[in-house]
């Protein structure tokens, strides 16, 4: 499923880079 997969890289960006959040790039992401 690449929706579990988005969240996953998601929470892996925000630990990595806090500042980095995909619903701020990507503004259709829920």
Known sequence: ???SRL???D???KDS???CVL???H???V
């Open 11 to 13: 929470a892996f960006l």
């Open 7 to 9: 969240k996953e890289f």
């Open 17 to 19: 880079f806090p500042g």
């Open 23 to 25: 619903k701020d790039t």
């Open 1 to 3: 499923n690449w929706i």
């Open 27 to 29: 503004p259709g992401y």
